[in-house]
């Protein structure tokens, strides 16, 4: 590295190195010049010692200038070089945006360039980061909004990450999980085979059963060695849902499969107990073919509520909205069952103030809900029974219940019960198609409410639906 001058910082050094040299240049000629003309007219030998000691102390001063000035120069050096190092320490502790890079570095052109140079990195790392800073950002925003599970392992089997859905899986927080074991995390013995052959970089799927949830579980196993060597990823898909949609699949086919072919086997019994010679008595072929004309009847009924269940699932039902009073919508239907009901011993009271607040509804409809419910009230209350309906409001709703104290329904058919053609066990030996409250739920929900059941086996059953209150 070349020696420069500051002029701003040197200049008295300058001045006085300046000084020195004319001292040098014009002082000592004329010292020796003096001294020969003394030795001239006194006849004394010439004395240079003047002349000598001015010439020492002149290269002694230029001397201390020149190393004065060089120890300034190392001292803005040094201090250039610390700016520099607290910038570096900077970068390491990832300070990207604040660092202090020296600026006034123009009289060292060396330095200069490592200053740009550390400039323009530091600028170089802030965009990198801030782009990784983004993608990471963007790739946790994704994993944690997944519906899927993700679980990522090292070879060693610890956790590394855990995304939202896994962490509701397995009721553990990411925080804990980290770190450790996969074994501690799932505690399932098939998911702990399924990561070691994964981790043997052998992909593997495998479904399950898990939980006091049961639910059902697609596990994929995939390693991940090409991008992240030793770690291996495990993706749960929650079929659970899926599965309970092949059930109530197959429950269909099944319960329309029985609903078709009980009236069509007995329709072909009939038909062949006729042309068998049951014609020829004309009593009894009356009471057959009144016999065939309830099992038409009941088909009629069967694809009726077919039809009318498609048209409101797939929003074809017209609704005639009109503001109606809760007792308006309870008394007609209470009034047409009330016969029903006191043909087989029953007893049904109504209970609904007349000044609870209207609400916005297709009265037919909800009077149709209201009779479906009344109509299982009846079928399942043995004589001497009582059936209760009442209203009241609640919050922005007002509350409709049907209650009886019949045999009640057993709580694992509870949830199922407003599924199409489901039947509880107490319900299969009697009539229906098993679509009522199918089509009572689908209509409720049309109207902004919800539907539900409460019950205990041998205690009765409470039906409940809510709509909302018509605005002033």
Known sequence: MKFRFDWKADLPYVLVLLFSLTFLLFFIPYQVQQAYQASAQSGLPVDLTWVYLSIVLAGLLIIAIFIVSRWRYAERIAAALKQLTRATRQ??????????????????????????????????????????????????????????????????????????????????????????????????????????????????????????????????????????????????????????????????????????????????????????????????????????????????????????????????TNFEFQRVTPLQLLSKPCERMSLQAERVGLSLSLDCPPDLPAVFADPDRISQVVINLLHNAIKFTPPGGHIQVSAWTHENSVVFMVRDNGVGIAQKDLTRIFERFYKADRARTGGGTGLGLSISKHMVEAHGGKIWAESEEGNGSSFFFTIPIASK
Do not use: C
């Not at 800073?133 to 990450?161: C, F, N, P």
């Not at 992909?203 to 006091?212: D, K, N, Q, V």
């Not at 319960?255 to 049951?278: C, F, Q, V, Y």
């Not at 057959?288 to 797939?314: A, G």
């Open 91 to 316: 970068l390491g502790e990832g300070r990207y945006e604040g660092v202090e890079v020296p600026s006034r570095l123009e009289k060292v052109p060396e330095m200069q360039e490592l200053s740009q140079a550390l400039e323009e990195t530091a600028h170089q790392i802030d965009e990198q980061i801030s782009a990784l800073s983004k993608e990471r950002a963007m790739l946790s925003t994704v994993l944690s909004q997944m519906t899927d599970g993700v679980l990522i392992a090292d070879s060693e089997g610890h956790v590394q990450l855990l995304n939202a859905a896994a962490e509701r899986l397995f009721k553990i927080k990411a925080q804990k999980a980290l770190g450790r074991s996969v074994v501690e995390v799932m505690r399932h013995h098939a998911l702990i085979d399924l990561w070691s052959k994964t981790r043997d970089a052998e992909p593997a799927t495998i479904t399950l059963e898990m939980g006091a949830e049961h639910k059902f579980l697609q596990v994929v196993g995939i390693p991940l060695g090409a991008e992240l060597p030793g770690r291996s990823m495990l993706l749960f898909q929650d079929l659970t849902q899926v599965h309970h949609l092949e059930t109530v699949r197959k429950d269909f086919i099944s319960n329309i499969s029985h609903e078709l072919r009980t009236p069509m086997a007995s329709l072909k019994a009939i038909s062949e107990t006729l042309l068998d010679g049951a014609l020829e008595d004309p009593p009894a072929a009356r009471r057959f073919v009144v016999r065939m004309d309830t099992e038409v009847d009941n088909l009629t009924l069967l694809v009726n509520e077919l039809l009318e269940l498609s048209r409101i699932e797939s929003g074809r």
